[in-house]
């Protein structure tokens, strides 16, 4: 049996590591990114998927009814880790470009602050057809599929 001050001392253990569990899984990046009204017009965004610890990680081009959509939309991955867009052929043609104006217009946090693209693919309505690029800069990357921008074809990888 434990006396009152054994009692007091694990609870006031307990409640300390406690604290410390949430500050760390707050640092290691379990927050939601603010991208400001980016994701407003974009069907399938839920939230940031988390796929750090891969080194190398797929995202859909074409995907949805409609095949108007990357799946998924946006991604939470580790510095190094190689991004491949791969088109399913639906939805007719995409293309895959960053676009740092719209990083710096919504004053997203970890910005790349880049002045052009850091990637830009050909339009293609090829199935299979893919692209990859390796980040090795922390910051979050917009992106969209410049034809289909107007119906809400965007992305962004956040780099940690």
């Known amino acids: 049996m ?6 007091l001392k694990l609870i006031g ?9 949430t500050s760390a899984s707050a640092q290691d990046g379990d927050d939601e990114p603010d ?3 980016w994701f407003d017009d974009v069907e399938n965004y839920e939230e940031t998927e988390d796929m750090t610890g891969e080194e ?4 859909d081009v074409g995907a949805g009814d409609n095949g108007l ?8 991955i580790d510095q ?21 104006e719209e990083e710096e217009e919504l004053q ?14 050909e339009v293609t309505s090829e199935e299979g057809y893919t692209f990859e690029h390796q980040f090795e800069d922390t910051g979050t990357y917009l992106y ?11 992305g962004a990888v956040v780099v940690e």
């Open 69 to 76: 959509q990357f799946d998924p939309p946006a991604i939470r």
């Open 56 to 59: 190398e990680v797929t995202v």
């Open 13 to 21: 253990a307990s409640t300390a590591l406690s604290g410390i569990s």
């Open 2 to 7: 434990f006396d009152r001050r054994t009692i």
């Open 80 to 100: 190094d880790t190689t991004v491949v867009w791969e088109w399913t052929g639906e939805g007719g043609s995409h293309n895959v470009v960053h676009v740092p």
């Open 35 to 37: 991208y400001g009204d």
């Open 108 to 121: 997203i946090e970890n910005a790349t602050g880049a002045d052009e693209p850091v990637f830009e693919t």
């Open 144 to 154: 969209v599929c410049e034809p289909h921008r107007q119906q809400g074809m965007k």
